[in-house]
């Protein structure tokens, strides 16, 4: 049976965005840079600008 990180890792790996996961506390943050090599910057807690 897949985990709900696998899962997510997969997603990934097809090109999916997956910072919703960290959101919703599927995956944790530290999750997020395992799988993508990147910190997770916070959307709400971003300076940048669109």
Same mark, same amino acid.
């Given at each position: *049976? *897949? %985990?709900e990180f696998d899962f =997510? @890792? %997969?997603l990934y790996g097809w090109g999916f965005p997956i910072d919703c &996961? =960290?959101?919703y506390h599927t995956? %944790? $943050?530290d999750? &997020? @840079?395992e799988i993508t090599g @990147? !910190? &997770? $910057? !916070? $959307?709400s807690t971003s300076t940048s600008q669109a």
């Open positions: *049976m *897949m %985990t =997510v @890792k %997969t &996961y =960290v959101v995956i %944790t $943050a999750q &997020y @840079k @990147k !910190d &997770y $910057a !916070d $959307a």
